[in-house]
């Protein structure tokens, strides 16, 4: 799939083995490291992310901070913070928006050309895929309207639920814009 000259790929594997610049950490607020990929990352980058992290100081929910990767075959790791996901928190959209659309112009102030995500809060955060993706595809969207200068963006999903949920709606939707 391609917009605006930025392929978009939505692949089923592990985001801390993909050969692209930067990959992006689905972190919490410490930034010191957790379960699901904020854990794969630290493990298979190696102790330099964390002693970077340590540096940093934390990340609020919806900014990215930026280290090297350490042992990971790309150059940078762009670690954010999605949302908590609670019903009854009108905020959950923004911030979740934010963690795409600030991983995406810290991604071009490093002049970083491709960049893989994960499914930003929709695991230990608890974010439904469903209504995860209605935040996500605008969020990247509205970025490459703004700033074209990222060549491809990866998606890079863990399990066939969420690859499914994502193909289907960037195949539908990139077709009608």
Do not use: W
């Not at 083995?17 to 990929?37: P, R, W």
């Not at 923004?94 to 809060?121: C, D, Q, R, T």
């Amino acid at each position: 799939m391609e917009y605006n000259k930025t392929k978009i790929s939505i692949l089923k594997g592990d985001i801390t083995e993909q050969k692209v610049d930067a990959i992006v950490n689905a972190a919490n607020n410490t930034l010191l490291g957790g379960s699901g990929v904020d854990g794969a990352i630290h493990k298979k980058g190696g102790r330099i992310i964390l002693e970077q992290c340590k540096k940093i100081g934390g990340c609020p929910t919806g900014e990215a901070r930026i280290t090297t990767a350490g042992n990971l075959p790309c150059k940078y790791i762009i670690h954010t913070v999605g949302p908590i996901y609670s019903s009854n928190n009108d905020r959950n959209e923004k911030l979740l928006y934010n963690a795409y659309y600030n991983s995406l112009e810290l991604a071009v102030n490093y002049n970083i050309k491709s960049i893989a995500f994960p499914a930003i809060s929709t695991g230990a955060y608890g974010y439904p895929v469903k209504e995860a993706i209605i935040i996500v595809f605008p969020a990247v969207i509205d970025f490459l309207d703004s700033n074209g200068s990222i060549d491809n963006i990866e998606f890079v999903l863990h399990n066939d639920e969420i690859f499914t949920v994502y193909n289907e709606y960037f195949t539908q939707n990139l077709g009608i814009l």
